[in-house]
């Protein structure tokens, strides 16, 4: 008897590698941009 | 940064057990979805967060147009808290359709519930898109405080249209109009530690949005200063030469 797993295991996976993703991308975003401050604070 | 650190560890700490109680724990719902019924551990903290993540930026807004309060801060806490909001929002929609196909039998359905929250969906994308709109960034504040406090007038009408209209999304679980909670033991205390977990994602998310923001709002100030100075240097250069 099917209890449904496959869309519990499909909104989990989607769930976590969205919000993951996001989390990522904003790092590098913010690692890139604070990275640039002294560059520019230099010239 | 060690205290923001310390943040994100007790938030991944907070989803991870509730995963596994959301996953393991909690029991299935005999009759109604069966196991689907976890995906709602999902769910409804999304929609929480969508409310809280809108609601901050109606609020941040309404101080950005107050004279008296103004300040670019508010501004740009209101876009991190909608860009936030937005990702929240499609993930519920997504998760809400998963849970509605072995449910309901359909993937979607034109309720009032789902319509008003796509609805909100859409009026927040535009509202994203007209932050990235060219403009000074005093006209861009005040045109994206106005039309958040506009798309502000959805929210109340997602939440109460189970309420207001016959739809096949149910009743609130806890906010109903009766206030009867209908939700006890592993499975209410997993709905608490969930909307708790994702609260905590959300005000992590929102931190390193805004400083994200900031960082680059400075990064353009220079730039155009720096532009400025170029372009002030080389006019006086031309002044020199003739002479």
């Known amino acids: 008897m099917s209890h449904n797993w496959n ?37 | 940064m060690t205290l923001k650190r310390g943040f994100l560890a007790l938030t991944l700490l ?109 009026l927040y994308l535009g509202y994203l898109a007209l932050r990235r709109s060219g403009a000074t960034v005093a006209e861009r504040g005040k045109r994206c405080a106005i039309a958040a406090l506009i798309a502000f007038a959805d929210v109340p009408i997602v939440h109460f249209s189970v309420t207001w209209w016959q739809t096949l999304h149910q009743q609130g679980t806890v906010f109903n109009p009766k206030l009867d909670v209908q939700i006890d033991g592993s499975m209410a205390f997993t709905l608490v530690l969930a909307v708790a977990a994702f609260t905590m994602l959300y005000g992590y998310f929102v931190m390193e949005r805004f400083e994200l923001a900031q960082l680059e709002e400075g990064r353009e100030e220079r730039e155009l200063q720096l532009a400025i100075a170029e372009r002030v240097r080389a006019e006086r250069r031309e002044q020199v030469v003739p002479a």
């Open chain 1, 7 to 43: 869309y519990v295991v499909a909104g989990y996976a989607i769930v976590t590698a969205s919000l993951a993703g996001y989390g990522v991308w904003l790092r590098v975003k913010l690692r890139r941009a604070r990275r640039s401050l002294p560059e520019e604070s230099g010239d």
């Open chain 2, 14 to 122: 907070a989803l991870g057990a509730t995963a596994v109680l959301a996953l393991w724990v909690t029991p299935p719902r005999e009759n109604e979805g069966w196991d689907a019924v976890r995906l709602l551990y999902l769910h409804v903290p999304c929609a929480w967060i969508a409310y809280l993540a809108f609601g901050i930026t109606a609020v941040a807004s309404l101080l950005y147009l107050v004279p008296r309060t103004r300040h670019p801060s508010w501004d740009l806490l209101a876009g991190a808290s909608a860009e936030v909001g937005v990702i929240f929002t499609a993930l519920m929609l997504i998760v809400g359709s998963l849970w509605g196909r072995p449910t309901w039998g359909t993937w979607w359905a034109w309720d009032a519930r789902l319509t008003t929250t796509a609805i909100m969906f859409f």
